[in-house]
């Protein structure tokens, strides 16, 4: 038997791996399949199953795409409705990979439909949890995505708890727990930088697992300092209903190199989105007007989720040389497939023709802090509102960059704006948005809070984030 997690760090999700005597399960699958296949086809296996653990919200998965390429039966459990063919798994069903088998255990409350999946060994000893978004490492799956007019956040929450504690923590101790995601994942709000952990183990740490928790305290907590979820995820979760379609052919007219011309006309006949995904070092000091600033090097697919509203929305982009695919390959991971090229060359050739060219003030901590003295600045800071209530500087207005289209009249442009987040990735594309509307007095703090703590700045009392309410 083979287990191998595929993790991917942009999006902080987990798919699996698992094959034994020549078949191969596939669990939480990426849009991109071919890797898939891949490792099948090297080690002589084939893909009998593709398992998702629900409808997920925060990234389009590949399911559709790896059955019809490689024949293999799509399996969600019980309450799933989808556009395409699937086998709905009854609770309790049994799966034969090779010399394992996978029992389909329905842990409704994250969303209805939602199912782990456990792993059974040659021998028959419960080996894996496959959790999906039901159980993380440190946490458990925010009960308010499937929020409908007779089911209310608490109802999924209160359905989570018998989850848990009837179908999960009831397994062996030794039982190895692998989740959909890891810290970062908007899907949980206390997830553990770690990607595994043992059942037993998240008995004793994992604070939604206390053994003399009531149902009416796990409700209130797991309900307690949950932020909206990005705009994105339902619209993620509905594609994942229907079907996405196959990854080929969004490389195919993504990964277009564009003369300066063509470029110009497409932004300007499409009304596409100019998207800069270099380092926000480079972009600071020269960008095409207008262009919005998402770094690839960044957590880009989450981002490009929550602040591009429109998953059909045209976009052509600026990337370092020879990550051009990459691009267009992590804008499909959320769903958005309408990219049509990117310019040929670079930031380099756009100047080359003496093209315009904007920029963007970025100043030192030190400097703001001599400025600080002197008068009464406008500082936006535009990290979560959990962040800025940890600590903050005093006097600065907070304007979460994750609801910057909800809160555009808070700004104003006839002043001056010094806008920082934690390490100046965030504050970047708040400022480029900014520029893009039209906001020419921004200036951006290098090094975000990190740098700011180090001065004299008068900063709040630190408040720890996880006694927040």
């Not at 699958?29 to 997920?56: C, D, S, V, W």
């Not at 790896?66 to 799509?74: C, E, P, V």
């Not at 997830?191 to 952990?197: I, L």
Request: aromatic content about 8%; some cysteine.
């Amino acid at each position: 038997m083979k287990i191998d997690q595929i993790y991917t760090g942009c999006l902080a999700q987990g798919a699996y791996y698992i094959e034994s005597n020549g078949e191969v399960a596939i669990i939480d699958p990426l849009r991109e399949t071919q890797p898939y296949i891949n490792k099948a086809e090297k080690n002589g296996a084939k893909i009998k199953y593709i398992f998702e653990t629900h409808f997920h919200a925060d990234f389009v998965s590949g399911h559709l795409d790896l059955a019809n390429k490689t024949g293999a039966t799509i399996i969600y459990g019980p309450n799933a409705t989808t556009s395409f063919d699937i086998h709905q798994a009854k609770d309790g069903e049994i799966f034969e990979l090779g010399k394992v088998k996978f029992k389909v255990l329905h842990t409704p409350g994250h969303t209805q439909e939602s199912s782990s999946y456990l792993l059974i060994d040659e021998n028959g000893k419960e080996n894996a949890l496959f959790s999906g978004d039901t159980l993380f490492i440190g946490d458990v799956g925010r009960p308010d995505l499937a929020v409908k007019s007779d089911l209310t956040q608490e109802d999924l929450a209160s359905m989570l708890f018998d989850s848990l504690r009837n179908k999960i923590m009831t397994l062996p101790d030794d039982v190895i727990v692998y989740p959909a995601h890891g810290a970062g994942s908007a899907c949980g709000k206390n997830m553990s930088k770690e990607t595994s952990d043992t059942l037993g183990n998240q008995k004793k740490v994992n604070y939604a697992l206390r053994a003399n928790m009531t149902r009416e305290e796990f409700i209130k907590e797991v309900t307690t300092g949950i932020l909206p979820p990005p705009q994105y995820f339902q619209k993620n979760a509905m594609l994942n209903k229907t079907g996405a379609s196959g990854l080929d052919e969004i490389l195919e007219k993504g990964s277009i190199p564009l003369d300066i011309e063509t470029f110009e006309a497409i932004a300007n006949h499409e009304e596409a989105l100019i998207l800069d995904t270099r380092n926000q070092v480079d972009f600071k000091d020269g960008f095409i007007p207008n262009s919005i600033f998402i770094g690839i090097d960044g957590s880009f697919a989450p981002w490009v989720g929550a602040l591009i509203t429109d998953l059909k929305q045209p976009i052509v982009f600026l990337a370092d040389e020879g990550r051009e695919e990459e691009v267009v390959t992590r804008l499909s991971r959320v769903g958005y497939d309408n990219t049509l090229g990117y310019l040929k060359g670079g930031i380099d050739a756009w100047k080359k023709a003496g093209k315009e060219v904007d920029a963007i003030e970025s100043i030192p901590a030190t400097q703001l802090a001599e400025d600080f003295k002197s008068g009464s600045l406008n500082v936006l800071d535009v990290r979560k509102p959990t962040e800025y209530s940890a600590e903050h500087i005093e006097g600065a207005e907070n304007v979460a960059l994750d609801y910057i289209n909800e809160n555009m009249d808070k700004i104003s442009k006839d002043k001056t704006y010094h806008i920082h987040c934690a390490g100046g990735y965030r504050s970047m594309i708040f400022s480029s948005i900014l520029k893009s509307r039209g906001f020419d007095k921004v200036i951006d703090v290098a090094g975000g809070f990190k740098a700011i703590s180090e001065t004299d700045l008068p900063i709040t009392n630190f408040v720890c984030p996880t006694t927040l309410k």
